[in-house]
């Protein structure tokens, strides 16, 4: 089969995708940081960076640490706020035909409906990610994510908010995920992405204290490949939402295991900036992959080695 | 706009203790690279484009360690701007842990992949009428009736980036003074190399110290700034730029300070993206906004800072809302 014929295209909880590969939040700005290289409206969907209701600093530096093959990062969800999202970095992106994800974080669920009510009257959004999982925060991010009925009542909270999809992004620093993506389910979720990054910690032996000003901050990369990929399986056998699967994809090779594991679709993050162009690499992959084996759609391999 | 180039290393060579310098050929970020900006070195050589079937390829992964890719300033750009085929950047780099010693492996021939020019970089003289020379950088005012006179002041391998900046400054008819410090002086070939050619060409003078005497005054190179051998060149100074150790960068800013001249000063920091996405280089800027402190990012806003735009020191980010 040749490569042009294949559909690359998935519908991710009523978000209609060119292709699987979606930005990750955090790790690909508002769109325009590698412009030349992946350019917003290339990508299946692009998470822009966490936003809050009001403008926030982020946490005191320094904010990243490499660890073996991975990274730790505190950024503690630097944003100029809902209001200045929508007003200046949303229009260029709409501009552009991108799809945009929205992913939000609150202190509180109420602060969760409200900004969902302003991007339910922003054009340009496709889709509301809810950051229940920002390990990097004193308040809400992960403390909602770690009790299925506090998840429950953001996800409802929001659904009413808004009639955008809703899709919860779960936190893996959890004993059972699957009752998580239940109760997100049972709320009414559109869809589920997971993972968000796993706490954890480095020290700098030399100044004998912690390698972030933030004592603590979020594992990504290759390192917490094999973790996500254990939930998002998990989580596929036991609800019947779509699955935005990702954590520690490098290469078209473990996009493909996400998909096979249920997702619909796969998160890119750390991986960008390892190699910038890396999304557009995967896409290739994940077509050329399917092409040479005559699989007609993405949809032939979501799941399949769901025994 | 970043490009991301594989770049073939053409020359590696070791030029000191732990010192290196590179020349890789990427001639789209050598036309675009300004002196302060840097690329954003992958130090796992590209695999051979021939190896293995297209599909084995594409799903292969890089080496996952270490992960990210390092920081390095354009130390020089060679061959005809825009020359598609020669136009080469040089990098000269510290060798400090895994990924800098890594890269201190690869051969001549062995490809990298680069992305750059990226950062802010330095800035440059702007023409202005009626100045001495053809040019005169636009802080240093629009009635200047002699050349301006900048001021480079490197600790180190803080020197890279101002090696680019000192040839480009004389190459715009600036008056070009280095402050050149190291530890000793085999560290200094690379750079006094450059700079000779570069004072060949334009109006650059160099003054070092090494912390062993074997070259130029004996200590910092912060002393120059109070020596008597360097006092001529420190007359009429339009404008400062510094890199290097953060407590010799605060010496230097306070000097200029004391003068009221303005300058720039190049941060180093860990970074990830490279490219402003994530926010992981975040520096603290002096000014408090509505929200509290202000965060710049060191490789989208910076390297390069105005002088007295950010806390300098050694345990900045630790000291500081200590609450
Ligand atoms: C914009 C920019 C330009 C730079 N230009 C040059 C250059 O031209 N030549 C050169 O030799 N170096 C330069 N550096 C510093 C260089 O990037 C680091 O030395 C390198 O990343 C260290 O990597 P490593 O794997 O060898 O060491 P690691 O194992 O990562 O670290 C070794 C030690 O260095 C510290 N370190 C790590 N990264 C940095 C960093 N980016 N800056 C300061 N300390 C760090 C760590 O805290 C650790 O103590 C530049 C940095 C930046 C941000
Ligand atoms: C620097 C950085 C910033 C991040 N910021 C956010 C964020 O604002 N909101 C969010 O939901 N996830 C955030 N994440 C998590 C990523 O979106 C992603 O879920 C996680 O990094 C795992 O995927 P990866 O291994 O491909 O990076 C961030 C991750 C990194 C590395
Ligand atoms: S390293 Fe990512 S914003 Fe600077």
């Known amino acids: 089969m040749s490569v042009d014929s294949v559909d690359l295209q998935v519908d991710l909880g009523g978000i209609k995708l060119a292709n699987p590969v979606v930005m990750a939040s955090g790790t690909f700005g508002y769109g325009f940081d590698y412009e030349g290289l992946i350019d917003p409206e290339m990508v299946g969907a692009v998470c822009v960076k966490g936003t809050t209701l009001l403008p926030r600093a982020g946490n005191k530096p320094p904010r990243i640490a490499e660890t073996p093959c991975g990274m730790l990062n505190s950024i503690g969800l630097e944003n100029p706020g809902i209001d200045v999202f929508v007003r200046e970095r949303l229009p260029r992106l709409r501009e552009r035909g991108a799809t945009v994800i929205a992913n939000i974080a609150g202190d509180t669920i109420d602060e969760y409906a409200q900004i969902a009510a302003v991007l339910d009257a922003a054009p340009g959004v496709a889709g509301i990610e809810l950051n229940v999982s920002c390990p990097n925060v004193a308040r809400g991010g992960m403390h909602f994510g770690a009790d299925p009925a506090s998840v429950g009542k953001v996800v409802r909270a929001v659904k009413q908010a808004t009639s955008l999809p809703v899709i919860p992004k779960l936190s893996p620093n959890v004993t059972d995920i699957v009752a998580i993506a239940k109760a997100a389910e049972d709320a009414g979720a559109d869809a589920i992405s997971m993972i968000n990054t796993l706490l954890g910690m480095a020290i700098d032996i030399e100044a004998r204290r912690p390698a972030l000003g933030n004592v603590f901050g979020g594992l990504s990369g290759p390192a917490i490949k094999p973790i996500a990929l254990r939930m998002v399986y998990q989580v596929a056998q036991a609800i019947d939402l779509p699955i935005l699967g990702g954590g520690g994809i490098v290469c078209a090779r473990d996009a493909i295991e996400f998909l096979m594991a249920g997702a619909t679709a796969v998160s890119i993050g750390t991986g960008t900036f390892v190699d910038p162009a890396l999304a557009m690499d995967v896409i290739d992959g994940i077509r050329d992959y399917l092409a040479r084996r005559n699989l007609s759609s993405v949809s032939r391999i979501v799941g399949a080695a769901i025994a | ?323």
């Open chain 2, 1 to 323: 706009m970043p490009y991301l180039e594989i770049a073939r290393v053409l020359r590696h060579d070791c030029v000191g203790p732990g010192l290196h310098e590179m020349e890789c050929l990427a001639p789209r970020i050598a036309a675009a690279a300004a002196p302060g900006q840097f690329a954003h070195v992958n130090v796992h050589p590209v695999q051979g484009v021939s190896e293995g079937t297209p599909e084995e390829r594409a799903l292969a992964a890089n080496s996952a360690q270490p992960l990210l890719r390092r920081p390095l300033s354009i130390f020089d750009v060679a061959g005809r701007r825009g020359d598609a085929d020669g136009a080469r950047i040089t990098f000269l780099y510290k060798v400090r842990g895994a990924g800098t010693a890594l890269l201190a492996d690869v051969r001549p021939g062995d490809c990298l992949n680069i992305m750059g020019p990226l950062g802010s970089g330095f800035s440059l003289p702007a023409p202005v009428p009626g100045g001495h020379g053809d040019h005169a950088p636009a802080h240093a005012g629009a009635t200047c009736d002699r050349a301006p006179h900048a001021l480079l002041i490197g600790g180190g391998v803080g020197i890279a980036p101002l090696v680019y900046l000192a040839r480009a400054l004389a190459a715009a008819g600036c008056r070009v003074t280095v402050f050149y410090g190291a530890n000793t002086a085999s560290e200094m070939q690379a750079v006094s190399r450059r700079l000779l050619t570069a004072s060949a060409e334009g109006r650059i003078e160099v003054f070092t110290t090494t912390l062993d005497g074997s070259s130029g005054r004996t200590g910092i190179v912060t002393d120059l700034l109070t020596a008597e051998q360097s006092a001529s060149a420190l007359e009429r100074i339009d404008f400062v730029y510094t890199c290097g150790p953060e407590p010799m960068m605060a010496s230097v800013e306070r000097f200029a300070t004391a003068r009221g001249i303005p300058g720039e000063v190049s941060l180093e920091t860990a970074l990830a993206c490279g490219v402003g996405a994530c926010l992981g280089c975040a520096r603290r800027l002096k000014a408090n906004g509505e929200a509290g402190p202000v965060y710049a990012r060191v490789c989208k806003d910076g390297p390069v800072f105005s002088m007295g735009q950010v806390e300098l020191g050694p345990v900045v980010d630790r000291e500081e809302e200590s609450k």
